[in-house]
């Protein structure tokens, strides 16, 4: 694949994700709660591996973890990032007073942000598996974005047994095939990494921090 062809896939991408997020976002904070465990745990889970100062949060949607992550952080300077202006526009409603300290930016990540320091902590809360074409883009550039010592810290969705629920997972832009855990665990020097079961055999989601 040429340079060309992944930079007009993550065009369509982007766009795709727009136009998903656009009527998503309405509803995303009252209905994801359902499914998305271990949110708050990673950010725990991260909070006993390190103090960082500098967070960036790829794919931060609605600002649920930056609220979280700046009351567990409060000395930490914290970055949003997101492909979706939908999901940005809820985040800056529900940041609400928060402080200056954390900021949001509409992009994509599959190269540099071009950022003048680098990050202590990167996380990713169930963004992985939604960046297709992207997601090992994306792992590579949080190996090169992550300060010395700095943790990856991510949660997402990992596999299931049931075809028909991949393939309705994937109408919705999510791949569940284990591919994620795999790379991470090629990466970076595993701290935590756990697969833990969602109602029963549904699904199975998993819980990673390392360093690179």
């Known amino acids: ?38 949110r708050r745990r990673i950010i ?48 800056r409603k529900n940041l609400g007073s928060m402080p200056q300290r954390i900021s949001l930016l ?3 990540y599959d190269q540099s942000l071009k950022l003048a320091q680098s990050f202590d902590l990167i996380l990713f809360s169930y963004s992985l598996t939604m960046m297709n074409p992207g997601w090992d883009q994306a792992i590579e550039q949080a190996s090169h ?9 991510v ?13 309705w997972m994937a109408v919705n832009h999510v791949r569940m095939d284990g591919h994620i855990y795999a790379k991470l665990n090629q990466h970076f ?6 697969i833990q079961p969602a109602y029963g055999v549904l ?3 998993f819980l990673f921090a390392g360093k690179k």
């Open 189 to 194: 020097s595993p701290q935590i990494a756990e």
């Open 106 to 108: 509409c992009s994509s």
């Open 44 to 91: 725990d889970k991260a909070a006993s591996l390190h103090r960082p100062n500098h967070i960036l949060e790829v794919g931060c949607g609605t600002g649920k973890n930056l609220i979280a992550l700046g009351q567990m952080f409060p000395q930490a300077n914290i970055i949003g990032l997101d492909i979706s202006e939908s999901m940005l526009s809820v985040a």
């Open 145 to 153: 974005d992550l300060a010395e010592n700095g943790i990856i810290a």
């Open 155 to 167: 949660v997402d969705f990992h596999d299931s047994q049931l075809t028909g629920f991949k393939k």
């Open 203 to 205: 699904w199975q989601y």
């Open 1 to 38: 694949m040429t340079q060309l062809d992944v930079t007009l896939s993550t065009t369509d991408q982007s766009l795709r994700m727009e136009q998903y997020y656009r009527l998503h976002s309405k509803i995303y904070d009252a209905t994801r709660w359902s499914f998305l465990f271990g």
